[in-house]
């Protein structure tokens, strides 16, 4: 039997700016629901990319003295590098400036125009460049500002297309009024049906008064409106209108489909898209969901008011888990979040350290103790507080599944997080301890042993779509093999036994709350482009002594926090060499051990050893840094013992 599809697509980004954490979340949030839905045996297509061409990514270029095709370029590289640092599943990444879209975008709009869904005419306007969008006069708010934006407008006349929206108004009416499920959540839902109750005026598609966009093949003095272009991507991406559309058949003629987009652009997606389709006669089968906004402390992040926060950062600091987990959770459903350095380290502490990571330390731990690392089901034993976590689990499993369908995400977290908090709370009633002093008890023993590793291994394959490396560093430790972290094994008892690591690992350890707290405020505030300092033209490295330099690249292949130093990490990398090198670096406030480990880098070899608080260091790894961060320098297509130069 073929599997059921699902498709699911982030906006595509305006490369005008470096990403932020808000822009972050629609993406994390796409690849939660996808590898939940792969989780469930979908075959599932993630989309994302870049939206380049209108007047602003033209002026962004002209203010950076370089081409906006390079611009885009360099921006979509940058913006493939953060998706692919943050392990984003995405199957494709469309550019707005590629040919397979460009060309789509040019039939698509000669299309509309035979069929006289587009016509040519003459438009005067309030033009807010930004939202790039065209305003009556009454729409605009106070000294003729932007209703969407609050910036400054342009008056501006031009000679025009226009898509003929109130042809379809009473379609898109009915279908929203006979498809509730259409747009979530509910508030946005009923936004988008008063705003066509008030009528929907036609389009402006096209303009005249710049360059930098896809020209209208019958009249290239004008290029076609940004997001019509822009829409397009969804369908142009599958391949739509081209000899080449088996995607578009499988994938936008499947089973779902799904277009996440933050609550600022709903109406484009909610009217304008649905209409296009209309209009080209292919099925509205998607689903909206407009997501709230994060904000700072103060309200809006902005560079100016210092609150703007860059996923790298939050990464290379505290991990990615860290941050999926607190973008996934702290955004409720319909509203808007706050991202501050406080929740950011306390939810790191309370729910991750303490709650999960704890429970799991302390199972593995008991099991060690008491069977030595090895337990079966005991299917004679089953006491009161037994039967209510194994239904807590059935009900967690349910909720969380239905919480995910309707894009709940945080929702789902809490569910799993109540039932983290009910097994912490089984190991009180059942207080294993006191069981151990009893050798006649030891059935009763194994039994509350089985009971936690068995709630952790369900909370394990809940957590797959959220949390990658944690989940699997769950199973790792618990011992689960393949077959039981699947949605099939997702029932209490699924498996008869357990067979744990010695020792465990936290999977999150515990920060000083108080000065990480500190710390991560001095980022977001300082946050800016570094000062650039002079090269020193009186004291100049000749060839030779950079040749003195022995630079090779290295694979590290463990990495473990210094013993006795809290800015070091010990580090082994192999460098090519018969035996690994030692390096201590003072990277431990940037990078975990964990993300290190398989990373290959730049390696100085022939530096003099020395000892750093009692461990030896024979090199040194090269990275960047500026006054927030600091990166290691890493490659992917070299191998160990392979020259720098
Ligand atoms: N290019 C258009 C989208 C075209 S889709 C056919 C665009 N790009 S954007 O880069 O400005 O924004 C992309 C997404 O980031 C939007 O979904 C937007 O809502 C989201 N976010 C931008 N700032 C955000 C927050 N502070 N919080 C959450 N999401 C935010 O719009």
Redesign the pocket.
């Known amino acids: 039997m073929s599997r059921k599809t699902y498709y699911i697509t982030t906006?595509?980004?305006?490369p005008s700016g470096k990403l932020h954490i808000?822009?972050t979340?629609?993406t994390v949030l796409c690849d939660a629901l996808r590898r939940y839905k792969d989780l469930k045996g979908y075959d599932t297509y993630y989309l994302t990319g870049m939206?380049e061409h209108g007047k602003k990514i033209e002026t962004v270029a002209d203010e950076r003295n370089i081409a906006p095709i390079d611009h885009v370029k360099q921006m979509a590289e940058e913006t493939r590098a953060l998706w692919d640092r943050l392990e984003i599943s995405y199957d494709d990444f469309i550019r707005t400036t590629e040919k397979r879209h460009k060309t789509v975008v040019q039939k698509i709009f000669e299309q509309l125009l035979d069929q006289g869904d587009i016509y040519l005419g003459h438009y005067e306007g309030y033009y807010c460049m930004p939202c790039e969008s065209f305003f009556t006069d009454s729409q605009l708010g106070e000294n003729h500002t932007c209703p969407d934006c609050g910036r400054e407008t342009d008056l501006l006349e031009e000679e025009s297309y226009f898509l003929k929206l109130s042809k379809y108004q009473k379609r898109l009416l009915n279908f929203i009024e006979e498809n509730p499920a259409f747009i979530t959540p509910e508030t946005r839902r009923n936004e988008v049906v008063n705003f066509i109750k008030q009528g929907l005026n036609d389009l402006s598609v096209s303009r005249t008064t710049f360059d930098w966009g896809i020209k209208v093949v019958s009249n290239p003095k004008h290029v076609v409106y940004v997001w019509i272009d822009?829409?397009s991507?969804y369908i142009s991406a599958l391949g739509y209108g081209t000899d080449h559309d088996e995607k578009f058949q499988k994938y936008w003629h499947g089973d779902e489909v799904v277009h996440v987009?933050?609550?600022?652009?709903l109406r484009f997606h909610a009217i304008y898209w649905p209409i296009l389709l209309m209009a080209l006669d292919i099925p509205i089968n998607f689903r909206l969901h407009a997501?709230g906004?994060?904000?700072g402390k103060e309200g809006k992040?902005s560079k100016s008011k210092g609150s703007l926060v860059y996923p790298d950062t939050i990464i290379n600091k505290y991990g990615l888990d860290e941050l999926r987990y607190f973008l996934l959770r702290e955004l409720p459903y319909g509203g808007d979040g706050v991202f501050s350095p406080d929740s950011f380290i306390e939810r790191i502490n309370y729910d991750l350290a303490n709650d999960f990571g704890n429970l799991l330390n302390r199972t593995i731990s008991m099991i060690n103790k008491y069977f030595e690392g090895n337990i079966t089901r005991q299917d004679e034993i089953s006491h009161q507080a037994d039967k209510e976590l194994e239904d807590l689990v059935e009900t967690t499993i349910k909720t969380y599944e239905e919480n995910m369908e309707n894009f709940k995400v945080s929702e789902a977290i809490k569910d799993l997080w109540r039932l983290i908090s009910r097994t912490n709370k089984y190991i009180d009633e059942t207080t294993p301890w006191i069981l151990a002093k009893d050798t006649s008890q030891k059935p009763q023993l194994q039994n509350v042993m089985y009971h936690l590793a068995e709630s952790l291994r369900i909370i394990g394959v809940l957590l797959k779509p959220l949390l990658l490396d944690a989940s699997q560093g769950l199973f790792k430790q618990l011992g689960v093999a393949d077959k039981y972290q699947t949605w099939a094994s997702l029932s209490f008892g699924e498996i008869l036994e357990f067979h744990v690591v010695k020792k465990p690992t936290p999977l999150f350890p515990r920060l000083d709350a108080e000065k990480e707290i500190e710390a991560l405020s001095a980022i977001i505030r300082g946050e800016d482009d570094p000062e650039i300092t002079p090269v020193d033209e009186d004291n100049l490295a000749t060839i030779e002594d950079f040749n003195k330099l022995d630079l090779r690249i290295g694979k590290v292949i463990a990495a473990k926090f210094h013993p006795n130093a809290d800015k070091l990490l010990v580090i082994k990398v192999d460098t090519g060499e018969k035996e690994p090198r030692q390096i201590v670096a003072g990277i431990a406030k940037h990078y975990t051990p964990e993300f290190l480990e398989g990373k290959k880098v730049v390696v100085v070899v022939n530096l003099k050893p020395v000892s750093l608080r009692g461990e030896q260091s024979e090199g040194m790894l090269l990275a960047g840094s500026n006054k927030q961060t600091l990166e290691i320098l890493t490659v992917n297509n070299l191998d160990p013992g392979d020259g720098v130069q």
């Open positions: 906006p595509i980004y305006y808000g822009n979340y629609t939206d822009a829409l991507n987009t933050g609550k600022d652009i997501h906004f994060y904000q992040m």
